[in-house]
Nanobody, 119 residues
Framework: QLQLVESGGDLVQPGGSLRLSCAASDYTFNYYAIAWFRQAPGKERNLVAC???????LFANSVKGRFTISRDNAKRTAFLQMNNLKPEDAGIFYC?????????????WGRGTQVTVSS
């Protein structure tokens, strides 16, 4: 079973940047779409960005132009580069994997990494 581990969460000031990483346990990673979700306190978990196994990407409207998603299949790792962070970007960020970015329910999940945006 694919295992995912997120890292890179931190406290950052508004306008700052963070790079999150999602490391996978094996090379089946290369055949999965990888998505990043955010869950703010008391709110549901929402899709932030996704990258297919072919490299196609999609983003939530709220992060377009500020966030980029990428993957390094040789390292079994996906990344979420977040620039110009806003307080409303804060939350627990989870990476997930499944066959396509269009899946309603992703099969594999990490445990999350905390992002706090505050001055």
């Amino acid at each position: 079973q694919l295992q995912l581990v997120e890292s890179g969460g931190d406290l950052v000031q508004p306008g700052g940047s963070l790079r999150l990483s999602c490391a996978a346990s094996d090379y089946t990673f290369n055949y999965y779409a990888i998505a990043w979700f955010r869950q703010a306190p008391g709110k549901e978990r929402n899709l932030v960005a996704c990258i297919s196994f072919t490299g196609n990407t999609l983003f939530a409207n709220s992060v377009k132009g500020r966030f980029t998603i990428s993957r390094d299949n040789a390292k079994r790792t996906a990344f979420l580069q977040m620039n110009n962070l806003k307080p409303e970007d804060a939350g627990i960020f989870y990476c997930a994997a499944d066959s396509s970015c269009g899946k309603e329910e992703f099969s594999f999940w990490g445990r999350g990494t905390q992002v706090t945006v505050s001055s």
